[in-house]
């Protein structure tokens, strides 16, 4: 069983930044490839980024150059920086992790980015 909470999320004026944090419980943290979702109103829940155990990167075209995700396998947490923020990044994100086939997802932090 893992278990994901998220937070860090909040109001931030357009171009500003946050950082979200998920620290993950169980064992094996190191080993799996982490995610991030975003679900904004009346929207699909997307695919954000997502960070192998080896510390490679990949991006959502939307987000690319502006977010940066990262992990401590120490702390067993997940990172998302988010730089020049836009009204349209404003959702609730989610991590997600896959363990034996199951999809894990923590209860969401919301961001908006509003004037």
């Known amino acids: 069983q893992v278990q994901l909470v998220e937070s860090g999320g909040g109001l931030v004026q357009p171009g500003g930044s946050l950082r979200l944090s998920c620290a993950a419980s169980?064992?094996?943290?190191?080993?799996?490839?982490m995610r991030w979702y975003r679900q904004a109103p009346g929207k699909q829940r997307e695919w954000v980024a997502l960070?192998?155990?080896?510390?490679?990167?990949n991006y959502a075209d939307s987000v690319k150059g502006r977010f940066t995700i990262s992990r401590d396998n120490v702390k067993n947490t997940v990172y998302l920086q988010m730089n020049s923020l836009t009204p349209e990044d404003t959702a609730v994100y989610y991590c997600n992790t896959i363990r034996s086939g199951t999809s894990y997802w923590g209860q969401g932090t919301q961001v908006t980015v509003s004037s």
């Open positions: 169980g064992s094996e943290f190191s080993s799996h490839v």
């Open positions: 960070i192998t155990s080896g510390g490679s990167t």
